[in-house]
């Protein structure tokens, strides 16, 4: 038996991995276990949940893999700090003494993080390298071409390369400081978002707006070239040396300071939003189309932070550039854990690779379960009033009538999924078919911006008739935005054309008003028996009441908090908000059954309980 375990940590989203002689054993990001959003700390939870999840200790460990090369990204920092000295001397001064103490001794602070237990070698690709391999490796193809775009590793932010059987080979890269990662936060930054997590709502905010500033992007910040290689003016961008994403220089362009966060949005930051993203989906088909033609290759793999861009990654697979993508399903740093596990596996150890029709990372639920027994003897000491279910049947259909009747349902099955998006293992759904649900589950249940799309969950065999997609197209891990079809999309006589900004809200333009964007886009999950059991047969109890087979599905939690992994975490969240019903394996609470359950108050809660 070889065990190899795998760590992101330091720079953002830690996670750990664990594979055993080639399988994917477990994966976790340490934010589920802390609570604080995309936790940058050494990954001791996680690393704890792999290894009971294996029954292993960390002697046992044959090799451990962190997912980057600090060394080479020291020497990038000094080498741009210098580079623009003496400007920048600040954030120097506030970045090194980390760096000093902590992440230039990461052999050391590894051993230590496991008790000094683990003796044998560390091993350390670089960033690009875990990447493709998280890409590749888990992928259903044989062989592919490999696209990784991010922010920064040490010093490339894009790679391009090929995988075949066990081997993955990078050949071309994007070096810093010319970043289609920094770019696009660049511009969250400027629209008023928080950097390395509000860009999801950049990429929502920009359906609201008309791409006006797109030329003016391209004219102005960015050459790019026809094979998607770019150079940006870096007098525009204040990363390299500042404390800063943008300059002086970048706000005089575009006429305005950035938007002060959680002001009013204006119709100006939506067209702004619509132009960098419609840059950004340029870019990714250039890039997509020259990896086509120079590697010859079918299949594409994804990985990095800009691979979780559904929309780009949609128009890839609508264009046809190749005939079949595969997205890592944790596309940013905490898959870097994953991958480099599997690059010590296959590249390392020259191990074979046995390929699956569909993919290896088995839905991406690797993270902790809880069994049935658990759940009934937290909720027991709790003091929750609740329903057991003997069968699956019983449950599935009980919870399908809860949705029919739009009730907003909190869902905790099996295991937490590895990524940053709900699969339906720790998620909130709702019917999507409902006028109103968009709006309530925004503002009273994630307490989040309003104009934020929510994402369908879609039986496998029936996609191809709500969404335009091939049929039976594969989006288990919600990657993909695909058009809602045009016989699903309710004829407005031209009253769409009146409204501007968030008052295209107002307008249902599908018979899925709860899951279609304002420019008819969906992200689309398709669930399938094989991947996801139980809430498969959820949405098939569901499609047999109503006959649709869409639910919403959006994650299990509220604005700005980590995503739930706990019996716990998901009735404190259940508590604290105006969700109807609370599913924890056969369990189901409902709300107006709970004691304060008018309350909505988490530390009313809390006390009354004592489960703080």
């Not at 993955?168 to 997590?197: D, M, Q, W």
């Not at 990654?313 to 264009?319: H, K």
């Not at 191990?351 to 690797?366: E, F, N, T, Y």
Request: hydrophobic share 40%; glycine share 8%.
């Amino acid at each position: 038996m070889t065990a190899i375990l795998g760590l992101s940590a330091f720079y953002h989203d830690s996670a750990a991995a664990l594979i055993i002689d080639g399988q994917i054993v477990a994966a976790a990001q340490e934010e589920r276990f802390t609570r604080k959003k995309q936790d940058d700390n050494f990954p001791t939870h996680a690393i704890d949940y792999c290894l009971s999840e294996a029954k292993l200790k960390p002697g046992q460990l044959d090799f451990v893999g962190f997912y980057d090369k600090p060394f080479l990204k020291f020497e990038r920092l000094l080498e741009t700090y210098l580079s623009f000295a003496p400007r920048g001397f600040k954030s120097f001064l506030m970045a090194m003494p980390l760096w000093l103490k902590q992440k230039l001794h990461l052999p050391r602070e590894i051993r230590k993080g496991l008790g000094g237990s683990h003796t044998r070698r560390i091993i350390f690709p670089e960033h690009h390298e875990s990447h493709a391999a998280s890409a590749f490796f888990p992928s259903p193809f044989e062989e592919a071409a490999i696209l990784t775009i991010d922010g920064v590793g040490e010093w490339a932010t894009a790679s391009f390369g090929t995988g075949r059987g066990n081997k993955i080979s990078l050949t071309h890269e994007l070096r810093f400081p010319h970043s289609l990662g920094l770019l696009y936060s660049a511009f969250t930054y400027y629209c008023g978002f928080k950097v390395n997590s509000g860009e999801y709502k950049l990429m929502g905010l920009a359906p609201y707006g008309e791409p006006k500033y797109a030329d003016l992007i391209l004219k102005n910040i960015i050459d790019l070239k026809a094979d998607g290689s770019f150079r940006m003016d870096q007098s525009y961008f204040d990363y390299c040396h500042g404390l800063r994403m943008t300059s002086e220089k970048f706000h005089k362009l575009f006429g305005a300071p950035p938007r002060k966060p959680e002001s009013k949005l204006t119709e100006r930051d939506m067209d702004i939003a619509a132009s960098i993203q419609k840059v950004t989906e340029e870019i990714m088909l250039r890039m997509a189309r020259h990896l086509r033609k120079t590697t010859g290759m079918k299949n594409l793999c994804l990985a990095g932070g800009v691979a979780l861009n559904c929309c780009g990654n949609g128009q890839i697979v609508r264009e046809g550039i190749f005939d079949e993508i595969w997205v890592q399903p944790a596309a940013g740093d905490a898959g870097g854990a994953l991958g480099v596990a599997l690059l010590i596996w296959h590249q390392l150890l020259d191990k074979p690779r046995a390929v699956q029709s569909r993919d290896a990372q088995r839905g991406s639920l690797l993270g902790p379960g809880f069994t049935d027994d658990a759940v009934k003897s937290f909720l027991d000491k709790a003091g929750a009033n609740y329903r057991s279910f003997d069968s699956d049947d019983a449950l599935c259909e009980f919870v399908a009538d809860c949705l029919a009747s739009e009730n907003v349902v909190g869902w905790l099955q099996g295991r937490m999924e590895f990524g940053p998006r709900a699969l339906g293992s720790r998620s909130i759904l709702g019917d999507a078919r409902s006028t109103k649900l968009q709006s309530v589950m925004n503002l009273k249940i994630k307490f989040r911006e309003s104009f934020r799309p929510f994402a369908p969950s879609v039986l496998e065999e029936r996609v191809a008739e709500f969404f335009e997609t091939r049929p039976r197209e594969q989006s288990p891990y919600m990657l993909l935005v695909a058009p809602v079809r045009e016989n699903q999309r309710i004829e407005t006589n031209g009253s769409a054309a009146a409204l501007k900004g968030l008052d295209k809200l107002k307008l249902i333009r599908s018979t899925l008003p709860a899951v279609t964007h304002v420019d008819h886009s969906a992200r689309i999950q398709t669930v399938d028996a094989e991947r996801h059991g139980r809430y498969y047969r959820l949405l098939k109890s569901f499609e047999q009441k109503t006959g649709c087979p869409v639910i919403i599905n959006t994650s299990f939690n509220v604005r700005s908090e980590p995503i739930v992994c706990t019996p716990e975490h998901a009735l404190r969240c259940f508590m604290a908000t105006n969700m109807d019903v609370l599913v924890l394996e056969r369990c189901v609470l409902l709300k107006k059954d709970q004691p304060n359950a008018k309350q909505h108050d988490i530390d009313a809660y809390l006390a009354a309980f004592d489960l703080d």
